[in-house]
């Protein structure tokens, strides 16, 4: 049998293929250097200790109606995280902060009238810390005054 026509020698399709695996190898370099690594940054809020309510003020039914929040967090990703809110039952703050990454930060939030007052005898309120990356709940306990 001859020849066909059109047949690609061998030393141009070896160039093909060479060239094809470049193209690809170059295009995995490319996702690795350019878009890795912002695919694998994340911020993330841990809550150090134990977050408290100080209650500050009573009213005539002795329930709580104003106070300050502490609370500590440190951020364990490798994205810096903004808070934009600390949510209870009870209350809502716009607290905004940044907290970078590694980095820990002592949030105060000011209570100076809780949306329904906290009953006698509570002990712990549950709640919320919203972020611009997510939502991270805490517990924090309740101190009344004597």
Do not use: H
């Amino acid at each position: 049998m001859g020849r066909m026509r059109g047949d690609l020698s061998a030393p141009v399709l070896a160039i093909i293929v060479t060239i094809g695996i470049i193209a690809a190898g170059l295009v995995l370099l490319a996702w690795f250097w350019w878009f890795a690594p912002q695919a694998g940054r994340a911020g993330v809020l841990q809550v150090l200790g134990m977050p408290t309510f100080i209650c500050e003020e009573l009213d005539n039914g002795g329930n709580c109606v104003k106070g300050a929040l502490v609370l500590s967090v440190k951020n364990v990703g490798n994205a810096d995280v903004t808070i934009k809110q600390v949510v209870t039952p009870y209350f809502n703050s716009n607290n905004s902060s940044k907290v970078v990454a590694g980095s820990s930060v002592d949030i105060l939030v000011e209570v100076n009238s809780v949306n329904r007052p906290i009953p006698p005898g509570t002990l712990a309120v549950d709640g919320a810390i919203l972020t611009d990356l997510g939502t991270y709940s805490f517990t924090a306990s309740i101190v009344w005054p004597k």
